[in-house]
């Protein structure tokens, strides 16, 4: 292999485990991958992502008086009532939607002001429709 045009870049096994670590300049004697250093830095060697486990259930499930599960397990406040495994339907869980702010009363009476803006403005573009047709050409 010809290094020619590469000579400032180079390949240089890991001095921790032996994996080649493409593209290290000329003066890293010693490199660390790039895995090393992650395991240097502490992070955890199972990604947070394994260890979660989704349950399928909605933020608060064990709160709500009565949360049915996909599998039909029952739970009242997030205690399983086996008994009545199977006798209900699964709670639908409602998309939560990106508004969950309460309008406030402000708020509330410029809508009214919009809504009522746009109505004038429909009344008068209608006026001006019947206007039109009635002195038109
Ligand atoms: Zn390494």
Same mark, same amino acid.
């Given at each position: 292999m010809e290094n020619t045009n590469l000579n400032s870049y180079q390949s240089v096994p890991c001095q921790k485990c032996g994996r080649l670590v493409n593209n290290v300049g000329e003066?890293? =004697? &010693?490199?660390?991958?790039?895995?090393c250093v992650l395991s240097l830095v502490g992070l955890p060697k199972e990604s947070p992502a394994k260890t979660y486990k989704p349950t399928g259930r909605p933020a608060g499930w064990h709160f709500m008086s009565e949360y049915v599960d996909n599998d039909g397990n029952v739970f009242h406040k997030g205690k399983e009532q086996p008994k009545l495994k199977g006798t209900l339907p699964p709670t639908k869980i409602k998309p939560i939607k990106k508004k969950t702010k309460r #309008?406030?009363? +402000? +708020?509330?009476? =410029? %809508? #009214?002001? +919009?809504? @009522? &803006?746009?109505? =004038?403005? @429909? !009344? !008068? @573009? &209608?006026? +001006? %429709?019947?206007?039109?047709?009635k002195f038109g050409d």
């Open positions: 003066n890293a =004697l &010693k490199v660390t991958c790039s895995y #309008r406030t009363q +402000q +708020q509330i009476l =410029l %809508d #009214r002001n +919009q809504e @009522k &803006k746009a109505a =004038l403005k @429909k !009344a !008068a @573009k &209608k006026q +001006q %429709d019947f206007l039109n047709h």
